[in-house]
């Protein structure tokens, strides 16, 4: 019994001895392989850097006012008899927008024009009189007195109906009534927004750095999230005669036709005034430049220094400057004629194996809008 319970545990110790070699033999074989092993070459696309001349600019952020803008109240309280335009209308100067109920006021004004009138007429009679020396002068001067006192009263009266009619002070377009017909408001209460499209102003900050560079009549270029791809242009037109002393920066005020009315005051935008002089700058796509929090880069393609040859992506940190389209120029990190990855960098690592491949690539042009 003991010798078949000990041939037994020889055979078991056998096998996992055979196993625990087959095994080691295995795991030897995978290490040399992954030692050995050469990952395949990723594919990507690829751009020579150039030099071009670009005009220089000095961006900044900016927001859309009117030329003319405001929210309309009325002066006074009262009750709305009519509202005469719809909600976004476009009105011109004058034009009736709401009328407030005036009917006690029509009442006492002509009961104010009566009393005038006959004023007048007692004026006209004592002045006639005084000519024959009927009456005296205090009389003629009291009556004239009067007839001026009961003037201003239907005045008066006159001005409180006119308080109660609201017209528009500019040509410009309607918002959306705050108040319904029929409803009581109350003096100094929004009624309704009241805007001039065009033109439109575009008011953004520069650093004081900028100040020698500025002067009225440069062109300037708007863009805006709003409509991709469309630039609008206009003219800086007034530049603050000083500067906040917080921040150090120069307020700026440029005009836009904006004849089709597609920006609107409150808009967010960016805004670039175009300077005289070009600039030589180093441009690349857009497509290029890998962004991170410690910095821009780009990877160089070269050629490997292993026996198998073969080109590799190395990682170059740059220094970019500003975009133009789909380019974007490189300050430094970069020479004319260097060779990058313009598409498929997000899949790279530094010294990796890449094989290129220009088939299929996105163009890249200056003017996206007019691709």
């Not at 071009?52 to 952020?61: M, R, Y």
């Not at 009566?114 to 001067?141: C, F, K, P």
């Not at 008011?203 to 009225?216: G, I, M, N, R, V």
Request: aromatic content about 4%; overall charge neutral.
């Amino acid at each position: 019994m003991k010798r078949k319970i000990f041939a037994a545990i020889v055979i078991v110790l056998a096998v996992v001895a055979v196993l625990g070699g087959v095994k080691v033999l295995q795991i030897r074989k995978m290490i040399a392989f992954g030692a050995s092993y050469t990952p395949p070459p990723d594919a990507i696309s690829s751009a020579v850097t150039h030099e071009e001349q670009w005009q220089d600019t000095l961006t900044a952020i900016g927001s859309i006012d009117p030329q003319n803008g405001v929210t309309l109240a009325s002066e006074v309280g009262g009750t709305v008899a009519e509202i005469a335009v719809a909600d976004g209308s476009v009105v011109a100067k004058g034009d009736l927008l709401l009328r407030l109920d005036t009917s006690t006021e029509q009442a006492q004004l002509r009961s104010a024009e009566a009393q005038t009138e006959l004023s007048r007429l007692n004026a006209e009679r004592t002045r006639t009189l005084r000519a024959d020396n009927t009456v005296s002068q205090s009389e003629l001067d009291q009556a004239e007195a009067t007839f001026k006192q009961d003037q201003a009263n239907a005045d008066v009266i006159r001005a409180a109906i006119e308080k109660k009619t609201i017209r528009a002070p500019f040509d410009g377009r309607l918002g959306i009534w705050q108040v319904n017909l029929g409803a009581s408001v109350d003096a100094r209460r929004s009624l309704v927004s009241l805007q001039s499209l065009t033109p439109v102003y575009a008011d953004f900050s520069l650093p004081q750095q900028s100040l020698a560079q500025l002067k009225t009549g440069s062109p300037v270029q708007v863009t805006c999230d709003a409509y991709p791809g469309r630039t609008f242009d206009g003219t800086l037109t007034a530049i603050n005669p000083d500067l906040d002393a917080a921040t150090r920066s120069v307020t700026l005020r440029a005009t836009l036709e904006n004849a089709d009315q597609l920006l609107r005051p409150g808009m967010f935008v960016n805004v670039a005034v175009v300077l005289p002089q070009a600039q030589p700058v180093l441009a690349v796509p857009a497509t290029a430049i890998l962004s991170a929090p410690f910095g821009d880069s780009v990877y160089v393609i070269e050629p490997s220094t292993n026996a198998a040859g073969g080109l590799v992506a190395r990682q170059q940190f740059v220094r970019t400057g500003q975009s133009h389209g789909d380019f974007v120029s490189v300050l430094t990190g970069l020479k004319s004629g260097d060779r990058v990855v313009s598409a498929g960098i997000f899949k790279l690592r530094n010294g990796a194996p890449v094989t290129v491949n220009n088939d299929v690539v996105p163009v890249s042009v200056k003017n996206p809008a007019d691709s």
